[in-house]
């Protein structure tokens, strides 16, 4: 292996001398290379082989029953100084992680083989992108990673003799209670073991994209955030970009992906996607932000996909994709889960590998579920019916605006549009939604999620708070910042806004605003619209009124929501500015009017 950057090549064989590998292979981005990888992968089980006619270039892979999801609990930060990491994050100290880990890891790869995978975060080669190395012993890790990165020799000539992000992963014995996520953010460096779930392993993910991209955005003064980049294009061709944060289960895809309504397509409108789940953000020369999607494929949660709820997502799955812990349907060898449609396969295997059909019933009576709540799929972007032509561009695309998101039954109005960017800050940082499968614990409960970045900063939230108040000053042109709520429910709890594609509307009041075509009342919360400015023409059952009513501010509840800020920024501690507990003082005064 002709290695020429040296510190890579110190990196590959420290990492050899303490997993001993018996091997060691270079992941070239080759298709052949690839290839022989995946009938590897068949031949020892890690990989079921689909119907090659149906869904060409398609996999199944089951994880452990134990290992499917994203384990906050044994993930960790670590840094020298506790206050860095803490209080949201996991904290250990640098030293002993690497203490702890180096025991874990001493020997785990006799008998197996170690794959060097470089990989680009971004276009390879664009000012925007940062280059990681991963070391895995999981043929899984691998393919997935040649989906959702741009891997390869390319990287390395890219790299030449520059820094990268470390980044070394074995599935070990899939302990759980051995099982550690780990980064090291001031050293760019992740280490996870006894883990083969995508968010815990495929280290250019959550792993780097967020929590060590986040740290370098803080020291080099960008942003990597947890948001979907969307571009819609209006009858006279002219396309505004929106970035949008939103946690699991709040539709983050499906907005990325929104098919517009009838009426808007008939007009002319289309949408483009940039990116499903992650943005890196610069300041530009021209003084606006400018995103771009720093991954190359989409991993997205299968339950719920479908060609009513999202179809270019599933169009995306159906050729080169891995799909992870869903239905085997054993009659023509495809896939299914919960939500694709009603016709549930009546001889498969569900996603532990039992035999399951659609008709199976516990003992109270409800259906047995053949994929997992968390059930995945890794599709490759290329694959996307509704992809933007700026995906590759090595700049990105402009920002009109920015838009948080949340699932909040009776709070928050339908959308609202912050006063000024430190508002807008504030806005996202007391965002607050239900948890739900995507991270193992309790589903259903209320928790405070800033930003969408919970899970993600890499550094402690009361600093992550004061670098966008930073960046506000750094910005001359700045994107305008709103909330939007798709989730209000009716006295019976049924949702109000039909959500889907109808959240074009909304979205077409904030590209309005942006470009102050339209008005909007001031509220104790901010700039909510006027009823007749959101556009309900052929909607069924939505009427001015219902819009009137969903977008209604409650004073009781944000007082009562005041409250639970104000116990929210306490709990991040001392780090958290100035500038934030500012605007709750003037939120409180709003409300007490």
């Not at 896939?335 to 003992?363: I, R, T, Y």
Request: charged share 25%; aromatic share 10%; net charge neutral.
């Amino acid at each position: 292996m002709d290695i020429k950057n040296r510190k890579l090549a110190a990196f590959i064989e420290e990492a050899k001398e303490l997993c001993q590998p018996d091997k060691v292979v270079l992941i070239d981005g080759g298709e052949a290379q690839l290839e022989s990888l995946r009938e590897q992968a068949v031949k020892e089980k890690i990989l079921i082989k689909l119907n090659q006619e149906k869904l060409p270039g398609c996999y199944l892979h089951r994880t452990t029953v134990n290992d499917v999801a994203r384990v906050e609990g044994r993930t960790f930060i670590c840094s020298k100084n506790k206050d860095d990491s803490a209080p949201i994050n996991n904290w250990m100290e640098t030293e002993e992680a690497y203490k702890l880990l180096k025991g874990l890891f001493k020997g785990v790869m006799k008998g197996r083989t170690m794959y060097v995978i470089p990989y680009s975060m971004g276009a390879v080669g664009s000012k925007f992108s940062k280059i990681g190395i991963e070391l895995t012993d999981s043929i899984y890790v691998v393919l997935n990673m040649a989906i959702m990165t741009r891997v390869g020799n390319k990287v390395l000539e890219a790299l030449g003799d520059g820094d990268f992000v470390k980044g070394l992963h074995s599935y070990a014995e899939l302990s759980e209670e051995k099982r550690y996520i780990c980064h090291f953010p001031e050293d760019d460096t992740i280490m996870s073991i006894n883990s083969n779930y995508g968010g815990n392993v495929l280290l250019g993910k959550k792993c780097f994209a967020l929590r060590i991209a986040s740290y370098l955005g803080k020291t080099e003064g960008w942003m990597a955030e947890h948001m979907l980049i969307l571009g819609i294009e209006n009858p006279k061709g002219e396309i505004k970009y929106v970035a949008a944060a939103f946690p699991s289960a709040c539709g983050k895809t499906n907005l990325a992906m929104i098919i517009p309504p009838e009426i808007y397509k008939k007009k002319g409108y289309k949408c483009w996607c940039v990116g499903d789940d992650i943005a890196w953000i610069r300041v530009g020369e021209d003084g606006r932000l400018w995103a771009v999607n720093p991954e190359n494929g989409f991993f997205g949660v299968a339950p719920g996909t479908s060609m009513k709820s999202n179809p270019n997502a599933l169009l995306s799955t159906r050729k080169g994709t891995i799909f992870t812990n869903v239905v085997e349907n054993l009659d023509d060898e495809t896939v299914w889960w919960e939500g694709l449609d009603k016709n549930p396969p009546k001889n498969a295997l569900d996603w532990k590998g039992n035999p399951w059909n659609g008709d199976m019933k516990d003992q109270d009576g409800k259906p047995i579920k053949g994929a997992h709540p968390n059930s995945r799929f890794t599709a490759p972007t290329a694959n996307c019916p509704c992809l933007s032509d700026k995906f590759e561009a090595p700049d990105g695309v402009p920002l009109s605006a920015i838009i948080f998101g949340g699932r909040r039954a009776k709070t928050a109005p339908l959308v609202y549009q912050s006063k000024d960017w430190n508002n807008g800050v504030f806005v996202g940082s007391i965002m607050a939604s239900e948890t739900t499968a995507a991270a193992t614990g309790a589903v259903g409960v209320v928790r405070r999620d800033p930003m969408a970045m919970r899970p993600f900063v890499g550094y402690n939230m009361g600093d992550y708070f004061a670098h966008w108040i930073e960046m506000g000053k750094k910005i001359k042109n700045q994107p305008k910042i709103f909330n939007v709520n798709w989730f209000r429910t009716d006295e019976n709890g049924n949702f109000i806004w039909p959500g889907f594609g109808e959240n074009l509307r909304v979205i077409d009041w904030i590209l309005e605003r942006c470009d102050g075509k339209v008005e909007a009342k001031e509220t104790a919360i901010g700039y909510v619209p006027y009823a007749k400015d959101i556009n309900v023409e052929g909607l069924d059952g939505i009427t001015e009124k219902t819009v009137e009513d969903l977008l209604s501010v409650d004073k009781e509840s944000w007082i009562k929501e005041t409250e639970g800020i104000e116990s929210f920024y306490k709990e991040l501690g001392e780090r958290v500015p100035k500038e934030l507990y500012d605007e709750l003082g003037k939120l409180k005064a709003n409300l007490n009017k």
